[in-house]
């Protein structure tokens, strides 16, 4: 990381004001972003957040670092090839659940497996707000608030951290909109990891999932140290509810791409005759 500087939170937001519901988790996420980057002393001019369509995309216009808006799902590999073209800067992507795990499930899958050294929050409202209010990937089966799905989606929905283990990500955590503190620190943690390191982040869509306030009651912070083994850890997002939180899963990899080799020091007097 480059050299740290000191800054408030609130000197990494920009002049743009959130236009989100009042209520929406996606707040939380911008607050704790901007103190996680103040606790790490972030430089604004090292650092690019990069999104793709959603309430939740529009994120990086609130904060005053380098920043793409980019297309809907294609975040992580605008993000990646950044990451890739300018190894010394602090990259990190977001999005919502329909941008990461639908349109983008592709480059979520493959940006697990790739592992490159960069950061991926989610930030799951379990629907698609800014549309108003359809089915994502991750909505319980049996959600019937939508006129396009008025029994419910009827599909199983995505586990994304085990999504994320089966694809390779080696560093996996959950957060929730309702404990801003948390999300902070795992974001600095998540930072900090030496490769792909995701986020998923509950954040409640007051507008269209009114009932998401209940999550409160049902989170829970997990006390145990970050699971090491890829068994336990696929038996753990399995057969979870979700709902915990914390940095869940920490087995660091080679990262992508590996480094250049050192310059070997050649013999120039070798095939010659002398
Ligand atoms: C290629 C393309 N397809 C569809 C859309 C329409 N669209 C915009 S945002 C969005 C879903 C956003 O939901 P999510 O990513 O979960 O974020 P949220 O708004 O809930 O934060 C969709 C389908 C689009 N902009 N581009
Ligand atoms: S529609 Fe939902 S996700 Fe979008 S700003 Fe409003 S509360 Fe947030």
């Known amino acids: ?9 609130k000197d990494y937001k920009s002049a743009v004001k ?9 707040f939380s996420i911008l607050n704790a972003l901007t103190k996680a980057f103040a606790a790490l002393g972030i430089a604004k001019d090292d650092t690019v957040l990069v999104s793709g369509i959603g309430c939740s995309s529009r994120l990086p216009a609130y904060v005053d670092s380098y920043g793409f808006h980019g297309v809907h799902g294609r975040g992580l590999a605008i993000a990646q090839g950044l990451k890739v073209a300018r190894p010394d800067l602090t990259v990190i992507a977001m999005g919502g659940d329909g941008d990461g795990f639908s349109i983008g499930g592709n480059h979520f899958i493959h ?3 790739r592992n490159v050294n960069m950061t ?9 707000g800014m549309t108003k209010g359809q089915a994502s990937p991750t909505t319980p089966a ?23 283990l089966a694809a390779g990500a ?17 974001i600095a943690e998540a930072i900090e990891h030496p490769g792909f390191s ?19 009651a049902i989170v829970n912070e997990r006390e145990e140290a970050p699971l090491v083994d890829a068994d336990e850890a696929a ?9 915990q939180t914390g940095v869940l899963y920490n087995a660091p990899r080679a990262t992508w791409p590996p480094s250049p080799p050192e310059p070997q020091s050649q013999d120039i007097t070798r095939g010659f005759c002398l």
Not at 18 to 26: A, E, K, V
Not at 198 to 216: A, G
Not at 238 to 243: I, N, R, S, T, V
Request: aromatic share 12%; proline share 10%.
């Open 120 to 128: 991926y929050i989610a930030m799951d409202n379990e629907v698609y």
């Open 1 to 9: 990381m480059n050299e740290p500087v000191k800054l408030k939170a």
């Open 142 to 164: 049996d959600w019937d608030h939508s006129k396009l799905t008025p029994h419910g989606p009827g599909v199983r929905p995505f586990k994304p951290a085990a999504l994320a």
């Open 235 to 243: 038996q753990l997002f399995l057969h979870e509810d979700g709902f």
């Open 18 to 26: 959130p236009i989100w519901c009042p209520g929406c988790g996606h």
């Open 111 to 113: 940006a697990c497996r």
């Open 198 to 216: 995701f986020v998923q982040v509950l954040s409640q869509c007051i507008t269209f999932c009114p009932e998401q306030t209940d999550w409160k």
């Open 170 to 186: 080696p560093w996996i955590a959950r957060g929730y909109s309702g404990n801003p503190n948390q999300i902070a620190k795992l």
